[in-house]
């Protein structure tokens, strides 16, 4: 794992949440994107060499509006950028943890992404980044 990529925030209303952040951060986001697989629309922040994502449910059987409605709005997940995804997820499954997808899938800010279960990483939902070559 080379650095944090980002971190992860569910919300449950983007725009006044960027608002919160834009005075925060002192700067706006830099991305605004849909993810309609997983249900999101997310925007990112600029953070020095990390990002803070914030993650907006499109649709209430989104895992973000299941999250919200189960611990409320806050961290939802930490993202490590990787070299090889596929190589790291062989790596971390061979050291015990439980992988949510074996194969990586596209994900938001132009990354292959995948996941690991809380259950395995001390209750956080660790997410795994590869820029898309």
């Known amino acids: ?16 949440s960027n608002l919160i952040f834009e005075k925060l951060l002192g700067a706006a986001p830099y ?3 849909e993810v309609e697989s997983e249900g999101v629309t997310t925007s990112f922040f600029n953070v020095g060499p990390n990002k803070i994502e914030l993650l907006a449910a499109t649709n209430p059987d989104s895992p973000i509006a299941k999250f919200i409605a189960k611990k409320g709005e806050g961290i939802h997940h930490i993202a490590f950028d990787v070299e090889d995804i ?11 943890f439980v992988v949510l997808n074996e194969v990586p899938k596209k994900g938001a800010d132009n990354k292959l992404v995948a996941f690991l279960h809380p259950k395995s990483t001390n209750g956080v939902l660790i997410e ?5 070559r």
């Open 86 to 96: 596929v190589v790291e997820i062989e790596r971390l499954k061979k050291e015990g």
């Open 128 to 132: 795994l980044c590869q820029e898309i």
């Open 31 to 33: 991305k605004f994107e």
């Open 1 to 16: 794992m080379k650095k944090i990529e980002h971190i992860g925030i569910a919300v449950n209303d983007l725009e006044t």
